[in-house]
């Protein structure tokens, strides 16, 4: 039985682009809830990614309180413009009710803040751990953290720790210190940006068992100003072991054409690391893939729709 593979539907970026900055969302916020890079996003709102799955598309429409029809691509644009226009006036209108109230408050506040003296500003940040939903014995799988700070930091360290077992083989950038018996790697970065990315590629043991699931946590750390910050890294998925390839995102034994854009667009960011690019595109190519549990490989595998095109 084929395993159940969620449609793609049309999208139009400009209308979510406004639907999100009429909403005060950031793409970070979208990202998110959805589930996705922020690349990602910014792809859906440039149009670069003009079908998208349509458990995506109704996640996305969630995150932007909004119902699915209005982001989907229309004949008539028109309609869509106008569709937007009354949401956007309706919000105006229920805002303008709460200014009312809300500039009393702010007035309040900002005579109390007058009063007492500035503070320190907080630094503000926040990491978060892209992974992907599935390897297989033996096999390597990148995982991608996101550093995100409100402002300019001196430095800060990222730790990390996944099972016994599992080998970190690569690293963009490198990091201070690896310990692959104990499954802890360390990052310290000097002077680094506003938002930082760091990749990592993982061998599960030969002999893991399908259907276990991988723990990864790490938190980031940072001593602004003599004062140390650090929070937990959360993931945005969760990484299990599966007779299925790392870039085969809904495990259908099959690698789209959405999944391969992806896995470029990873390319493109890491050049540093080795992502299996070659295998990829030949199971792309072929149509399908299977496992061999025996010698622990991906084989590309020719589907009758491919087969007859060539």
């Not at 909004?66 to 937007?84: C, F, H």
């Not at 009063?115 to 599935?134: C, K, M, T």
């Amino acid at each position: 039985m084929k395993p159940f593979s969620s449609p793609s539907v049309s999208i139009d970026g400009e209308v979510i682009r406004r639907i999100r900055e009429d909403g005060r969302l950031t793409q970070l916020y979208v990202a998110k809830v959805v589930g996705v890079t922020t690349d990602t996003v910014s792809r859906w709102e440039n149009n670069r990614y003009p079908t998208i799955r349509r458990d995506n598309a109704l996640k996305l429409a969630e995150a932007l309180e909004v119902d699915l029809a209005l982001i989907l691509k229309q004949e008539q644009p028109v309609v869509v413009d106008q569709a937007v226009q009354s949401l956007i006036t309706d919000r105006r209108v229920s805002r303008r009710y709460l200014l009312g109230g809300l500039v009393l408050v702010l007035l309040v506040v900002t005579f109390v803040a007058l009063l007492r003296p500035a503070p320190e500003p907080q630094i503000l940040l926040s990491g978060y751990r892209y992974v992907q939903n599935f390897t297989a014995p033996g096999a390597r799988v990148p995982i991608r953290l996101e550093i995100v700070s409100e402002n300019k930091l001196k430095g800060l360290i990222v730790r990390e720790e996944f099972p016994p077992g599992w080998v970190l083989v690569e690293a963009d950038p490198p990091p201070a210190s690896l310990d692959n018996l104990k499954g802890s790697v360390r990052w310290m970065i000097r002077n680094p940006l506003q938002r930082k990315q760091i990749v990592y590629v993982l061998q599960a043991p030969e002999k893991s068992s399908f259907d276990t699931v991988i723990d990864l946590h790490g938190e980031v750390v940072a001593n602004p100003k003599g004062r140390r910050f650090s929070t937990s890294i959360p993931s945005t998925g969760t990484l299990r072991v599966a007779p299925l390839h790392w870039a085969d995102m809904n495990g259908n034994s099959v690698i789209d054409d959405l999944e391969i854009l992806d896995v470029s667009d990873m390319v493109d960011e890491s050049e540093r690391i080795h992502f299996g690019w070659d295998l990829i595109e030949k199971m792309w190519d072929a149509g399908a893939y299977r496992y061999d549990t025996e010698k622990q490989q991906f084989l590309p595998l020719k589907t009758p729709s491919t087969t007859a095109g060539h």
